[in-house]
């Protein structure tokens, strides 16, 4: 029974509705639908917990203020109170990371955020965003990021490949570390589940192990729920540093 | 003259103000207290300096083949450019690092603002 299942098959992508635009294939999959849905009802709550907005807050509106404040203040401590008209952008994208993690907690859903196509399409994003936003907020002066004051001349083209290379490896660390804690994980819980199934169907004995695959599973859930938020902290944080670097090259 | 009456007598900004000065205070207080913890746990820090050193080996290894499928010149630039890799690995690490050690003497300082 156990073989049957592979631990990989919660990440297989299904087309729902073919499509295809000019020879590219833009089939609507059961990715783009947990992503659909993920939007949807993060709208949802974001307009059903303002709609009052009671001075005394309620669940929902306690809630969202929290979230808000969050990132307003890790919007302000990393990236600069100058920062602040891209706390819209650095919101969203923590909402939608901690959203997809946590969507794919429920047991037989889809976690977008397990694929290197969809981080690595978010971090492509900021990477460029920011890149052109250094260049239109400092023009040339965004290129002393690349090379810092107080080093020997000689070493100066040294440096400035390595920061480089440095600046190019940032959309990679982003996206992978996301998607590996995200795959790793999921794959984690269902091997763990496996080996409850398996250890399940040998008799008395085996039910009596099982009971410990079992409680580590229980336990790895909890640990999940803490990776599904420290993930979308760290790729927001991370986020506002580079936001930092590209309004003020010069640090 | 009680309290009440002397709080309506005065200008309502001054009570705005104190009020402001107290909220501040506690909010200090919370947040002091919030962030120790919301601290990354050691492991978590170790895991993600892990991938930051390599994205760097990996991205200077991507670079050099593309230069050398490019300009055709054999293994030299992607073995030149794995070592520059590794060395932005490296200052990835530093960065972070040194990123960690400002946000533990940030919290010392203002943990010692509150005694």
């Known amino acids: ?251 | 003259m009680s309290d009440q009456q002397q709080d309506r007598d005065t200008d309502p900004d001054d009570r705005l103000d104190a009020l402001g000065r107290r909220l501040h205070g506690l909010d200090r207080t919370a947040r002091a207290s919030q962030s120790a913890q919301r601290e990354p746990a050691p492991m978590g820090r170790a895991l993600q300096l892990g991938v930051d050193i390599a994205a760097g080996v990996g991205v200077g290894a991507f670079i050099g083949l593309m230069l050398d499928r490019l300009l055709a010149t054999g293994p030299w630039l992607m073995i030149v450019f794995l070592f520059v890799g590794f060395a932005a690995g490296v200052r990835n690490v530093i960065r972070r690092a040194s990123e960690f050690g400002v946000e533990d003497e940030a919290k010392n300082l203002d943990i010692g603002d509150e005694n």
């Open chain 1, 1 to 251: 029974m156990a073989q049957e299942h592979s631990p990989l098959e919660q990440f297989e992508i299904h087309p729902i509705i073919d499509l295809s635009f000019a020879g590219v294939d833009a089939s609507f999959t059961n990715s783009s639908l947990f992503m659909v849905l993920v939007v949807g009802l993060l709208t949802l709550f974001t307009i059903s917990a303002t709609r009052g907005s009671a001075l005394v807050p309620g669940r929902g509106q306690a809630m969202l203020e929290m979230a808000y404040e969050f990132i307003a203040a890790m919007v302000r401590d990393n990236a600069g109170r100058d920062a602040k008209p891209f706390f819209p952008f650095v919101f969203t994208l923590f909402m939608f990371v901690l959203g997809s993690n946590v969507m794919g907690m429920i047991p037989g859903s889809f976690t977008v955020t397990s694929h290197i196509a969809v981080t690595f399409a978010l971090a492509a994003l900021v990477f460029v965003g920011v890149t052109l936003l250094g260049f239109i907020k400092n023009g040339a002066k965004f290129l002393k990021l690349f090379a810092p004051s107080g080093v020997p001349l000689a070493l100066l083209p040294l440096i400035i490949l390595i920061e480089l290379v440095s600046y190019m490896s940032r959309p990679i660390s982003l996206s992978v570390r996301l998607f590996a804690n995200m795959l790793a994980g999921h794959i984690m819980l269902k091997v763990f589940a496996g080996f409850v199934i398996s250890l399940g169907s040998l008799g008395a004995i085996g039910v009596a192990a099982a009971v410990m695959p079992f409680a580590l599973n229980v336990v790895l859930t909890g640990l999940e729920f803490l990776v599904a938020f420290l993930q979308a902290y760290v790729f927001a944080i991370l986020t506002c540093v580079y936001l930092h670097d590209a309004l003020h090259p010069e640090h």
